[in-house]
């Protein structure tokens, strides 16, 4: 079962609880939100103050993407703002295991995130402790850039350990994903989605979402 998450980034900030509504309507599964703190990468978007406003306008579970440095910092803040995943760049995490232990000690499902240049190894010893693995198939930073082909393998790489050790284990994939590169990113392994522009940037979220999770309409 393919899971789309539409990424608000790219929503109209000036309706915001409408283009989530609208999503929710299409068949979204999670509603991706992406933090960024204009250090970790060079754009500054949403604190807990907006997860907190999106938390009642929704019913789908909240994937809270942190790029940004010092994490355990402001974990306990988008855990009580109503984040259901929370997600940390391994490169932005000395203390990896602990992080994911403060993440986890709130009942908040635990990600870890890879950019494209980071190997699957920088995760091996703590693949048991955690709820997903997200690949960036983009550097962070921005919607709507191009899909990086070469993490095909990596998603393939994980994927194959999951099924190995049978773990249960999302893998989730950011960054370029249209109706093409969803296709080359099921094949390889993943089963989670995330969609921003080529979601948000059409008019008809419904059938976005559809053609992304690779059905006909
Ligand atoms: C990139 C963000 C992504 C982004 C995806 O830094 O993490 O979630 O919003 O946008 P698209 O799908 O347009 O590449
Ligand atoms: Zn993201």
Do not use: W
């Not at 306008?57 to 010092?70: A, G, K, Q, R």
């Not at 997903?132 to 393939?156: H, R």
């Amino acid at each position: 079962m393919i899971k789309i998450a539409p990424s608000i980034l790219s929503a109209n900030f000036s309706k915001l609880a409408e283009e989530i509504i609208d999503v929710e309507n299409g068949g979204a599964d999670y509603i991706h939100i992406d933090v960024m703190d204009g250090h970790f990468v060079p754009n500054i978007t949403i604190g807990p103050l907006i997860v907190e406003a999106v938390r009642p306008i929704t019913s789908l579970p909240l994937d809270v993407h942190l790029m940004i440095e010092n994490p355990d910092q402001y974990i306990p803040a988008f855990a009580k703002a109503g984040a259901d995943y929370i997600s940390v760049h391994v490169e932005a995490c000395p203390h990896l295991h602990r992080t994911i232990q403060l993440i986890k000690s709130f009942g908040v499902k635990a990600g870890v995130v890879l950019n494209p240049a980071t190997s699957l190894q920088s995760i091996l010893h703590i693949i048991d402790d955690i709820d997903l693995v997200l690949l960036m198939t983009v550097n962070p930073g921005f919607g709507g850039q191009a899909f990086i082909k070469s993490v095909l393998p990596k998603i393939q790489e994980i994927s194959g350990l999951v099924k190995e050790r049978n773990l249960s284990i999302e893998i989730e994939v950011d960054g370029g994903v249209n109706e093409e590169t969803a296709k080359l990113c099921i094949s390889a392994g993943a089963n989670v989605l995330v969609a921003g522009s080529a979601v948000y940037n059409q008019t008809d979220r419904k059938k976005a979402i559809s053609l992304i999770r690779g059905c006909s309409k």
